[in-house]
């Protein structure tokens, strides 16, 4: 997504964290697998795991879930009807996206599991910041 917004022109704009709903991994790098992928693909992955916090939902407009588990995790944390609209599946922002919401485990998906995963994570970023830029108006006028 950090890509996807910089390529945009709207880092000064968007601000973007990530944070599991787990705190086994907190303090961590991603897998390594996951940081050879994303290099593949010219992306560095280097911020560290933390875990998500119900104060989170006041500091941004849109919260992520990637699974079923990570969605019942964080709706557990809703504090009102605010923070359970900003509440989204990652997937609901990719409109070839039909048949699931959830984004699979890379670790059961095979030798081409992270792989898959950057795909479909990219395809849902790719929807939702379309779906932040003309929900907030943030084309230039040149643009419109």
Known sequence: ???????AGYEDKIEI????TAAYHAGELPDPRSR????????RLE???????????ARFDYVLAM???????????????????????LRSFDPASKRTLDVPDPYYGGPSGFADVFDI???GCRGLL???VDEHDLRTRKEK
């Open 1 to 7: 997504m950090r890509r996807l917004v910089a390529e």
């Open 17 to 20: 964290e990530s944070a599991g």
């Open 36 to 43: 050879e992928e994303s290099l593949r693909r010219g992306i």
């Open 47 to 57: 911020s560290h795991a933390r875990q998500f916090q119900a104060d989170d939902y």
């Open 67 to 89: 699974d079923s588990e990570n969605m019942d995790n964080l709706q557990s944390l809703c504090d009102g009807t605010q923070d359970r609209e900003r509440l989204h599946w």
């Open 121 to 123: 994570c990219e395809a």
């Open 130 to 132: 379309a779906h932040i």
